[in-house]
């Protein structure tokens, strides 16, 4: 089935750039996400991608995918504090036509001042 | 903007019972899911619901669960005779349409279920 894998942990310091980086092994994605989870909080949408796009940006967030070695990141730029929490990638199954999503393990992203 | 509640934050149930999680998906959404977080694992699918009746769900999702959209306006997930390993964290999503093109799911807070 499909899998999706992300590091567990990432520690930046205020204003530094941070990459949360995630893998996928369902070749028929169609659409890759980024959710994040505040604490106590539910999951909220931060950005997608087409798998067809290699690149997209929103303001401070970018995502860069490599199809063909099913590589999927999440840049922030000038990272706040208020950026903490973790980071779910997740992408659609692209066999059916409905919208199942599966998750990675999140990212836990600790910023310091 | 617009967002899926979920009641209530947090259930504390007996092992053996019953219990309905509710959730209030965004008004002009048709289509609806669950998911679960078991502590410390992935964020799992259970169940997607369209047009009254299920149109997809995962292994997980056996003869213990149900799932009804009982008005307008509410969607449940039904748990009977609960076992221990049914605590977990339950989100609620909902999405406009599926099929092609991107229809993100937005997702509720969640409810915390302790089976004791």
């Known amino acids: 089935g499909e899998d999706v894998e992300q590091s567990l942990f990432l520690s930046v310091r205020e204003g530094d750039s941070s990459v949360i980086n995630c893998t996928y092994t369902d070749s028929s994605s169609t659409y890759l996400y980024w959710y994040k989870q505040e604490p106590g909080a539910g999951l909220q949408l931060l950005t997608y991608?087409?798998?067809?796009?290699d690149m997209k940006q929103d303001q401070r967030l970018t995502v860069l995918l490599n199809k063909k070695d099913k590589h999927l990141s999440l840049r922030i730029a000038d990272t706040q504090t208020g950026d903490s929490a973790i980071y779910f990638c997740?992408?659609?199954?692209?066999?059916?036509?409905?919208?199942?999503?599966?998750f990675g393990t999140g990212t836990r992203l600790l910023v310091s001042p | 903007e617009p967002e899926v509640t979920q009641t209530p934050s947090h259930q504390v149930t007996q092992m053996g019972q019953e219990v309905i999680l509710r959730c209030v998906p965004i008004?002009?959404?048709?289509?609806f899911y669950w998911y679960r977080q078991i502590l410390g694992q992935k964020v799992e699918f259970l169940v997607s619901f369209y047009n009254n009746e299920i149109s997809e769900k995962s292994e997980i999702f056996d003869d213990q669960f149900s799932v009804e959209r009982p008005d307008g306006s509410n969607f449940t997930l039904k748990i009977r005779s609960t076992k221990l390993e049914d605590s977990a964290m339950y989100f609620c999503?909902?999405?406009?349409?599926?099929?092609?093109?991107?229809?993100?799911?937005?997702f509720g807070d969640g409810t915390r279920l302790s089976i004791l």
């Open positions: 997740a992408e659609r199954d692209g066999d059916t036509g409905f919208q199942k999503l599966v």
């Open positions: 991608i087409f798998s067809n796009m």
């Open positions: 999503a909902s999405s406009e349409r599926q099929g092609s093109g991107n229809q993100p799911q937005h």
């Open positions: 008004s002009n959404h048709l289509y």
